[in-house]
């Protein structure tokens, strides 16, 4: 019997990025360092569901909700490029209240970079 996930990780899709705003950083960088951040959580015992949505909050929304059936979760860790850009307010609100529909004891936990992601975690779950 598989043992539920405790954590959604939900981020844009790396398709999804504007990455004129973002010097330095393009979609391989980017898809190269959530990799790499996700195989972190794998190496620190993290049960882990990696949700990557569209800009778009219609189209986001759907996939969350398709995500977050695959629960129950303990966290929802809701990464940067959604919360910090001004023009993804409307998002970030979006999928909080779709998971707080969904999943109505969820908790929330930030990260600044997929590479800070474990120490979000770490703040309100530990590993299995």
Known sequence: ??????????????????YSRYP???????TARI???????????????SCQVSAVP???EATL???AASGPFRVAMIGAGVRMAPDHTLLFERLVNV??????SIRFCF???PETTI???RRWVRPS
């Open 111 to 113: 990260n600044t970079s």
């Open 24 to 30: 330095g950083l393009d979609r391989p960088t980017l």
């Open 65 to 67: 909700r398709a995500c």
């Open 119 to 121: 120490d979000a975690l």
């Open 58 to 60: 219609d189209e986001a």
């Open 35 to 49: 990799e790499a951040g996700e195989a972190a959580l794998r190496a620190a015992g993290f049960d882990f569901v």
């Open 1 to 18: 019997m598989d043992v539920p996930s405790t954590v959604l990780s939900v981020g844009l899709h790396p398709g999804a990025v504007d």
């Open 99 to 104: 998971l707080v529909e969904v999943q109505p």
